[in-house]
Protein backbone atom coordinates (compact mmCIF):
# COMPACT_ATOMS: atom_id res chain seq x y z
CA UNK A 1 0.00 0.00 0.00
CA UNK A 2 0.97 3.70 -0.96
CA UNK A 3 1.16 4.63 2.79
CA UNK A 4 1.65 1.61 4.76
CA UNK A 5 5.82 0.92 3.75
CA UNK A 6 6.42 0.74 7.58
CA UNK A 7 5.34 -1.08 9.95
CA UNK A 8 2.88 -0.53 11.77
CA UNK A 9 -0.04 0.35 10.33
CA UNK A 10 -1.05 3.77 9.53
CA UNK A 11 -4.95 4.82 8.64
CA UNK A 12 -6.90 7.39 7.57
CA UNK A 13 -9.98 7.79 10.25
CA UNK A 14 -13.61 8.98 9.03
CA UNK A 15 -13.98 12.79 8.25
CA UNK A 16 -15.69 14.70 10.70
CA UNK A 17 -20.09 14.86 10.81
CA UNK A 18 -19.30 18.27 11.15
CA UNK A 19 -17.99 18.81 7.91
CA UNK A 20 -21.68 17.80 6.44
CA UNK A 21 -22.91 20.86 7.07
CA UNK A 22 -21.08 22.52 4.12
CA UNK A 23 -22.42 20.39 1.72
CA UNK A 24 -23.78 21.90 -1.33
CA UNK A 25 -27.93 22.66 -1.32
CA UNK A 26 -27.81 22.13 -5.13
CA UNK A 27 -29.44 19.10 -5.12
CA UNK A 28 -31.34 16.94 -2.36
CA UNK A 29 -29.77 13.47 -3.05
CA UNK A 30 -25.90 15.05 -3.74
CA UNK A 31 -26.21 16.72 0.13
CA UNK A 32 -27.28 13.44 1.14
CA UNK A 33 -24.72 11.66 -0.13
CA UNK A 34 -22.07 13.79 1.38
CA UNK A 35 -23.62 14.25 4.31
CA UNK A 36 -23.29 10.17 4.76
CA UNK A 37 -19.46 9.92 3.34
CA UNK A 38 -18.44 13.18 5.50
CA UNK A 39 -20.16 10.96 8.55
CA UNK A 40 -18.12 7.18 7.54
CA UNK A 41 -18.28 4.73 4.87
CA UNK A 42 -21.14 4.23 2.58
CA UNK A 43 -22.32 0.49 2.06
CA UNK A 44 -24.68 -1.06 -0.58
CA UNK A 45 -25.97 -3.54 1.21
CA UNK A 46 -27.30 -1.01 3.94
CA UNK A 47 -29.18 1.71 2.10
CA UNK A 48 -29.55 0.69 -1.59
CA UNK A 49 -31.55 4.21 -2.20
CA UNK A 50 -28.68 6.40 -0.83
CA UNK A 51 -25.99 4.12 -3.01
CA UNK A 52 -28.30 4.76 -6.20
CA UNK A 53 -28.16 8.58 -4.94
CA UNK A 54 -24.18 8.29 -5.20
CA UNK A 55 -23.80 6.33 -8.38
CA UNK A 56 -25.85 9.80 -9.90
CA UNK A 57 -23.99 11.89 -8.31
CA UNK A 58 -20.46 10.62 -7.94
CA UNK A 59 -18.91 12.80 -10.68
CA UNK A 60 -19.99 16.25 -8.70
CA UNK A 61 -19.56 14.90 -5.31
CA UNK A 62 -15.70 13.79 -6.52
CA UNK A 63 -15.56 17.31 -7.68
CA UNK A 64 -17.01 18.71 -4.36
CA UNK A 65 -14.52 16.54 -1.87
CA UNK A 66 -11.33 17.63 -4.19
CA UNK A 67 -11.50 21.41 -3.11
CA UNK A 68 -11.66 19.69 0.55
CA UNK A 69 -8.24 17.88 -0.01
CA UNK A 70 -10.20 14.59 0.14
CA UNK A 71 -10.72 11.75 -3.26
CA UNK A 72 -13.66 9.70 -2.78
CA UNK A 73 -13.10 6.19 -3.44
CA UNK A 74 -16.18 3.81 -4.54
CA UNK A 75 -15.63 0.74 -5.63
CA UNK A 76 -19.25 -0.59 -7.70
CA UNK A 77 -18.56 -4.19 -7.57
CA UNK A 78 -17.85 -4.90 -3.68
CA UNK A 79 -20.32 -2.50 -2.72
CA UNK A 80 -18.76 0.64 -0.71
CA UNK A 81 -17.51 4.05 -0.98
CA UNK A 82 -15.56 6.32 1.36
CA UNK A 83 -13.36 9.57 2.10
CA UNK A 84 -9.61 9.63 2.06
CA UNK A 85 -7.57 12.05 2.07
CA UNK A 86 -6.02 12.95 -1.07
CA UNK A 87 -3.37 15.80 0.39
CA UNK A 88 0.60 15.40 0.17
CA UNK A 89 2.85 14.98 3.12
CA UNK A 90 3.87 18.71 3.02
CA UNK A 91 0.52 20.49 2.15
CA UNK A 92 -0.54 23.26 4.21
CA UNK A 93 -4.32 22.84 4.08
CA UNK A 94 -5.48 20.93 7.51
CA UNK A 95 -5.94 17.57 6.97
CA UNK A 96 -9.88 16.77 7.55
CA UNK A 97 -9.65 12.94 7.57
CA UNK A 98 -7.00 12.24 10.67
CA UNK A 99 -4.22 9.38 10.75
CA UNK A 100 -4.47 6.32 13.15
CA UNK A 101 -1.35 4.52 14.10
CA UNK A 102 -2.18 1.17 14.46
CA UNK A 103 0.14 -1.53 16.49
CA UNK A 104 1.69 -4.25 15.09
CA UNK A 105 -1.04 -6.91 16.59
CA UNK A 106 -3.87 -4.99 14.84
CA UNK A 107 -1.68 -4.49 11.82
CA UNK A 108 -0.82 -8.10 11.61
CA UNK A 109 -4.69 -9.32 12.36
CA UNK A 110 -5.19 -6.87 9.51
CA UNK A 111 -2.74 -8.68 7.20
CA UNK A 112 -3.65 -11.98 7.71
CA UNK A 113 -7.63 -11.27 7.51
CA UNK A 114 -6.54 -9.69 4.32
CA UNK A 115 -4.58 -12.69 3.50
CA UNK A 116 -7.84 -14.93 4.64
CA UNK A 117 -10.37 -13.05 2.01
CA UNK A 118 -7.99 -13.58 -0.85
CA UNK A 119 -8.17 -17.45 -0.43
CA UNK A 120 -11.88 -17.37 -0.03
CA UNK A 121 -12.86 -15.64 -3.09
CA UNK A 122 -10.02 -18.13 -4.78
CA UNK A 123 -11.37 -21.07 -3.39
CA UNK A 124 -15.65 -20.59 -3.10
CA UNK A 125 -18.27 -18.17 -5.48
CA UNK A 126 -19.66 -17.13 -1.75
CA UNK A 127 -19.35 -13.40 -0.92
CA UNK A 128 -19.22 -13.52 3.23
CA UNK A 129 -16.51 -14.91 4.88
CA UNK A 130 -17.37 -15.46 8.39
CA UNK A 131 -14.58 -16.35 11.11
CA UNK A 132 -15.21 -17.20 14.83
CA UNK A 133 -12.78 -16.32 17.17
CA UNK A 134 -11.30 -19.43 17.56
CA UNK A 135 -10.49 -19.20 13.94
CA UNK A 136 -8.74 -16.05 14.06
CA UNK A 137 -6.63 -17.19 16.65
CA UNK A 138 -5.55 -20.16 14.96
CA UNK A 139 -4.39 -18.01 11.73
CA UNK A 140 -2.91 -15.63 14.39
CA UNK A 141 -0.74 -18.11 16.36
CA UNK A 142 1.36 -19.05 13.85
CA UNK A 143 3.59 -16.22 13.95
CA UNK A 144 3.80 -15.72 17.69
CA UNK A 145 6.97 -17.12 19.57
CA UNK A 146 6.64 -20.61 20.92
CA UNK A 147 7.27 -18.96 24.75
CA UNK A 148 4.94 -16.36 24.38
CA UNK A 149 2.18 -16.39 27.51
CA UNK A 150 -0.67 -17.57 26.33
CA UNK A 151 -3.29 -15.67 28.78
CA UNK A 152 -1.32 -12.36 27.72
CA UNK A 153 -2.21 -13.81 23.74
CA UNK A 154 -5.90 -14.51 24.44
CA UNK A 155 -5.78 -10.70 26.14
CA UNK A 156 -4.09 -9.13 23.26
CA UNK A 157 -6.13 -11.08 20.53
CA UNK A 158 -9.31 -9.61 22.31
CA UNK A 159 -7.99 -6.18 22.41
CA UNK A 160 -6.72 -6.51 18.37
CA UNK A 161 -10.69 -8.17 16.73
CA UNK A 162 -12.11 -5.29 18.89
CA UNK A 163 -10.21 -2.46 17.42
CA UNK A 164 -10.34 -4.14 13.84
CA UNK A 165 -14.08 -3.97 14.48
CA UNK A 166 -13.71 -0.63 15.53
CA UNK A 167 -12.13 0.13 12.56
CA UNK A 168 -15.13 -1.21 10.54
CA UNK A 169 -12.68 -4.61 9.12
CA UNK A 170 -14.92 -6.88 10.70
CA UNK A 171 -18.55 -7.09 12.05
CA UNK A 172 -19.95 -9.26 14.75
CA UNK A 173 -22.11 -11.41 13.51
CA UNK A 174 -26.18 -10.85 15.31
CA UNK A 175 -26.88 -13.74 18.17
CA UNK A 176 -23.35 -14.83 18.50
CA UNK A 177 -20.28 -13.89 20.88
CA UNK A 178 -17.43 -14.68 18.51
CA UNK A 179 -18.32 -14.73 15.07
CA UNK A 180 -17.43 -11.95 12.92
CA UNK A 181 -17.81 -11.15 8.96
CA UNK A 182 -14.72 -9.97 7.70
CA UNK A 183 -15.57 -6.92 5.52
CA UNK A 184 -14.81 -6.51 2.23
CA UNK A 185 -13.66 -3.02 2.52
CA UNK A 186 -10.52 -4.20 3.96
CA UNK A 187 -9.70 -4.88 0.29
CA UNK A 188 -9.26 -1.19 -0.31
CA UNK A 189 -6.44 -0.65 2.42
CA UNK A 190 -4.61 -3.72 1.86
CA UNK A 191 -4.23 -3.74 -1.92
CA UNK A 192 -2.66 -6.33 -4.49
CA UNK A 193 0.69 -4.38 -4.37
CA UNK A 194 0.70 -5.02 -0.62
CA UNK A 195 0.13 -8.67 -0.97
CA UNK A 196 2.69 -9.26 -3.74
CA UNK A 197 5.36 -7.95 -1.04
CA UNK A 198 3.26 -10.52 1.69
CA UNK A 199 6.48 -12.54 2.78
CA UNK A 200 8.67 -9.93 3.46
CA UNK A 201 5.48 -8.14 5.37
CA UNK A 202 5.10 -11.23 7.63
CA UNK A 203 8.76 -11.54 8.22
CA UNK A 204 8.55 -8.23 9.64
CA UNK A 205 5.87 -8.85 11.93
CA UNK A 206 7.17 -12.12 13.32
CA UNK A 207 10.87 -10.18 13.84
CA UNK A 208 9.00 -6.97 15.53
CA UNK A 209 6.82 -9.53 17.60
CA UNK A 210 9.54 -11.68 18.24
CA UNK A 211 10.88 -8.30 19.63
CA UNK A 212 8.16 -7.07 21.96
CA UNK A 213 8.21 -10.72 23.39
Given at each position: ???????????????????????????????????H???????????????????????????Y???????????????Y????????????L?????????????????????????????????????????????????????????????????????????????????????????????????????????????A??????????
Open positions: MKTHDALPFEMDADAGADLAAGAPATSDSLSLVLTLLKGVVYREADAKLWQALGENIATARDVAVLGLELFHDDIEGAFLRSNQEEDSNPRLVARRQLTFHVSLLLALLRVRLAEFDQQTSETRLVMNREQIAEMVSVFMPETSNEVRLFDQLNTSIKKVAELGFLRKMRGTDDSYEVQRIIKAFVDAQWLNELDARLDYRTALEGQE
